[in-house]
């Protein structure tokens, strides 16, 4: 299938495009705060969002690394992202490649597993973290969860590998518990995946493995727990104990054939591998990934619904083996063009991504409709607000203002590390509430040392003219910097 390496290798080519635009979203600005804490403090960065000396789970082995590389480099922390995402592209690509190489010997599959894994979503579009739809990782090549999805596929192809009999040595699998280790530091989500995913090669190796291959095994596991256990930046087992993220993971479970409803041939083609090999590893790891989203939906455990890749990827891969694999002809012909027909629709549903690439003016009218702009970001206030002020703002705004070096009052994004959380959250709507006395709002500027305000007109807070504000910029859509004189306050990290 030479079609399907060169719409590979097409894909493939437009991210590295996007890479150059680095389109912003999400979670873009934690993880560029996080660089930022990194590269001015490897040892004790503090809380990556706002002036607490606070663990994170965003201090990850990756992260570390790339702290390493902006301190000893001195290169600007997007382009540091952006070599972050050159690097996750490639651990993903490969990994693919790798992975479906120990499932096929046919030169065309991992080629046509990149695209099911791109393009079988849903016919409406979807963007997360640690979901490989290609418009969701035009917007998050550069995380960690793509870092630790690359790792992934590699992982779970040197396990089947090292199952395959007694050759693999002790130091193989030992490799393989660091491996999956820093899988789980990295991205803890895509961590779960990679574990199911192991669990899965595991119990569905033939032959069976031996005792001393299961030995070894162990002893990999157990050097994988000790890497979780000494991570110095934060607690991973401490993980297990936060709560509070089941709303915000309540879309996982809404519009479910509208966002995964083109993965469907990959789920038949599933039930066609179970008919051959009950112990298919595949299969189980499908199992394993649909049980515990299934759970979570029932207990109202949103948060799990974060395991979707688990079964989605096995059946997105299993619909590109499949194509080779069918018994019949007849069954053949049907099921490559029933997956044909899914892989264009999926491939129209995101061909708003080209719009990272190509001017919105220049893309035809149906395709520029598709097109989501992205976030504009705050550089325009970087020349003033210095590394380590802290700003007073919204929650939109503090999602991004920190991966310039700021801190905000409140963290943009939950972080159950932080005690004061809840009263730093408090604060800020007390600051802009309307019913909030001018002295109120002095307070909040006092305690938390706030030396410049960002707000959108009408957002409340103290008057334009007040002495203690001073106009010092102007942004998109009507944003306006102050600057906070006399009510400044200290922050933790100078400005130099």
Same mark, same amino acid.
């Given at each position: 299938?030479? #079609? !399907?390496?060169l %719409? *590979? &290798?097409?894909?493939?080519? /437009? $991210?590295?495009l996007?890479?150059v635009r680095l389109?912003?979203a999400g979670?873009?600005?934690i993880?560029?705060?996080?660089?930022e804490r990194l590269?001015?403090?490897?040892?004790?960065p503090?809380?990556?969002?706002?002036?607490?000396d606070?663990?994170s789970?965003y201090?990850?082995p990756?992260?570390?690394?790339?702290g390493?590389?902006?301190?000893a480099?001195g290169?600007?922390?997007?382009?540091?992202l952006?070599v972050?995402?050159?690097?996750g592209?490639?651990?993903l690509?490969?990994?693919?490649r790798h992975?479906v190489r120990?499932?096929?010997?046919r030169r #065309? !599959?991992?080629p %046509? *597993? &990149?695209?099911?894994l791109l /393009? $079988?979503?849903g016919p409406g579009?979807?963007?997360?973290?640690?979901?490989l739809?290609?418009?969701s990782l035009a917007?998050?090549?550069?995380?960690?969860s793509?870092f630790?999805?690359g790792l992934?596929f590699?992982?779970?192809a040197?396990l089947r590998?090292a199952?395959?009999?007694?050759g693999?040595?002790?130091s193989a699998f030992?490799?393989?518990?660091?491996l999956w280790?820093?899988?789980?530091l990295?991205?803890q989500?895509?961590g779960?995946?990679?574990s199911?995913?192991a669990?899965?090669m595991v119990?569905?190796?033939?032959p069976?493995p031996?005792?001393?291959?299961?030995t070894? %095994? *162990?002893g990999g596991?157990?050097?994988? $727990?000790?890497?979780?256990?000494?991570?110095p930046?934060?607690?991973?087992?401490d993980?297990f104990?936060?709560?509070?993220l089941e709303e915000?993971?309540?879309?996982?479970?809404?519009e479910?054939?509208p966002?995964?409803?083109?993965?469907?041939p990959?789920?038949a083609?599933l039930a066609?591998?179970?008919r051959?090999?009950h112990r298919?590893?595949l299969?189980?790891?499908f199992l394993?990934?649909?049980?515990?989203?299934?759970?979570?939906g029932?207990t109202?455990h949103?948060s799990?619904?974060?395991?979707?890749?688990a079964?989605?990827i096995?059946a997105?891969?299993?619909?590109?083996?499949?194509?080779?694999?069918?018994g019949g002809m007849?069954v053949?012909?049907?099921?490559?063009?029933v997956?044909?027909?899914?892989?264009l629709l999926?491939a129209?549903?995101?061909?708003?991504?080209?719009?990272?690439?190509v001017p919105?003016?220049a893309?035809?009218g149906?395709?520029?409709?598709k097109y989501?702009?992205p976030?504009t970001?705050?550089d325009?206030?970087?020349?003033?607000?210095?590394y380590?002020?802290?700003v007073?703002?919204k929650?939109?705004?503090s999602?991004q203002?920190?991966?310039?070096?700021p801190?905000?009052?409140?963290?943009?994004?939950p972080d159950f590390?932080l005690?004061?959380q809840?009263?730093?959250v408090?604060?800020?709507?007390d600051?802009?509430?309307?019913g909030?006395?001018?002295?109120?709002?002095?307070?909040v500027?006092?305690r938390?040392?706030v030396?410049?305000v960002?707000?959108y007109p009408?957002d409340g807070g103290?008057?334009?003219?007040d002495?203690v504000?001073?106009r010092?910029?102007?942004g998109?859509k009507?944003?306006v910097l102050?600057?906070v004189?006399?009510a400044?306050?200290?922050?933790?990290?100078?400005?130099g």
């Amino acid at each position: 299938m030479p #079609a !399907a390496l060169l %719409l *590979a &290798l097409i894909l493939l080519a /437009l $991210l590295l495009l996007v890479i150059v635009r680095l389109p912003w979203a999400g979670d873009l600005g934690i993880h560029a705060a996080t660089v930022e804490r990194l590269r001015h403090d490897l040892t004790d960065p503090g809380n990556p969002l706002v002036d607490a000396d606070t663990p994170s789970p965003y201090y990850s082995p990756w992260m570390l690394l790339l702290g390493c590389l902006a301190k000893a480099t001195g290169l600007g922390t997007f382009v540091v992202l952006r070599v972050a995402a050159l690097v996750g592209l490639g651990l993903l690509a490969t990994g693919i490649r790798h992975f479906v190489r120990t499932l096929s010997t046919r030169r #065309a !599959a991992p080629p %046509l *597993a &990149l695209l099911c894994l791109l /393009l $079988l979503w849903g016919p409406g579009l979807f963007n997360w973290s640690g979901f490989l739809g290609l418009n969701s990782l035009a917007l998050t090549v550069s995380y960690p969860s793509t870092f630790a999805l690359g790792l992934s596929f590699h992982l779970w192809a040197l396990l089947r590998k090292a199952l395959r009999g007694d050759g693999a040595g002790w130091s193989a699998f030992l490799s393989l518990g660091v491996l999956w280790a820093v899988t789980l530091l990295s991205h803890q989500f895509t961590g779960v995946v990679a574990s199911f995913g192991a669990l899965a090669m595991v119990l569905g190796a033939r032959p069976w493995p031996t005792r001393a291959v299961l030995t070894r %095994l *162990a002893g990999g596991l157990g050097v994988g $727990l000790v890497v979780l256990a000494a991570w110095p930046y934060y607690s991973f087992f401490d993980l297990f104990t936060v709560g509070g993220l089941e709303e915000i993971h309540r879309s996982l479970y809404r519009e479910l054939l509208p966002h995964f409803g083109l993965a469907l041939p990959g789920v038949a083609a599933l039930a066609l591998r179970w008919r051959r090999d009950h112990r298919d590893p595949l299969v189980l790891f499908f199992l394993l990934g649909a049980a515990m989203f299934t759970v979570g939906g029932l207990t109202g455990h949103y948060s799990w619904g974060r395991v979707l890749p688990a079964a989605l990827i096995p059946a997105q891969v299993a619909a590109a083996l499949e194509v080779f694999e069918a018994g019949g002809m007849v069954v053949r012909r049907v099921f490559t063009g029933v997956l044909g027909a899914a892989l264009l629709l999926g491939a129209w549903t995101q061909a708003g991504t080209l719009g990272y690439v190509v001017p919105k003016g220049a893309l035809p009218g149906p395709v520029a409709a598709k097109y989501k702009a992205p976030w504009t970001g705050y550089d325009w206030l970087a020349p003033q607000v210095k590394y380590g002020d802290v700003v007073l703002a919204k929650t939109f705004p503090s999602r991004q203002i920190p991966a310039y070096g700021p801190y905000t009052v409140a963290p943009g994004y939950p972080d159950f590390f932080l005690p004061d959380q809840k009263e730093r959250v408090d604060a800020v709507r007390d600051y802009f509430a309307p019913g909030t006395t001018r002295a109120e709002r002095l307070e909040v500027l006092r305690r938390y040392g706030v030396r410049w305000v960002v707000e959108y007109p009408g957002d409340g807070g103290l008057g334009a003219g007040d002495p203690v504000l001073r106009r010092a910029g102007t942004g998109p859509k009507g944003q306006v910097l102050y600057e906070v004189r006399g009510a400044r306050g200290a922050s933790r990290v100078s400005s130099g």
